[in-house]
Structure formats: C-alpha cells, structure tokens
C-alpha cells in the first residue's frame, strides 16, 4: 500500500523485492540484506512478467518492486501460485529458543 500512497498517479500497488541474476547473488543478499528473514522465496523473472507482474527498480541496486495494478487480492492469490523456490536463510540470526 505504501507505493500506491507515495505513487498515487501511477495507481499500481507493490511489494518490495530484491533481484538477484543467480544463487550466489541470493546467497549474498541472504547474508548482506535479508538476514532478519529466516527463509527467502526466490520466484522466476519470466514467471512473474508472465503471471502480469512488472519489476521496477527502486532504491539502490539491487532492490526493485514487484508492481501490479486492479486486483490486490486476484494478484497476491496468483503470486502464491507461482510456486516461489524456498530457501532457507543461513544467515539468520536466530533468538534463543526459536
């Protein structure tokens, strides 16, 4: 909700992401910039673009945003059914007793 707020003109709603060309640049932003995560869902480029989804660059490199517009629950639900890989983060810090 927040890109539609600060993007109100373009009327597209956007989830925050981070685009990595292979695994070892997942393994370095599962280090670098999401180790607060515990795990990572690491979807397909070609997937996204194909299920109506656009990547915007935003912020510094490597961050984009995974933008849509119209149905906000019709395209979370088509999300989901990309079947993401899931990784587990070996860089997360973990409380003690998690």
Known sequence: MSFLRRFPD????GLS???ARDDAEVDDLAADQL????VLAVFE??????AGFDLVPTFRTPHVTVAFSGDLEGHLLALAKLHP???E???H???PGE
Not at 35 to 38: D, G, I
Not at 45 to 50: G, H, K, N, R, S
């Open 10 to 13: 373009w009327g597209r709603y």
């Open 17 to 19: 992401a981070y685009y």
């Open 35 to 38: 180790e607060r995560f515990p």
């Open 45 to 50: 480029l070609t997937a996204l673009v194909e």
């Open 85 to 87: 890989r899931v990784v």
């Open 89 to 91: 983060n070996p860089y």
């Open 93 to 95: 810090d973990r409380e």
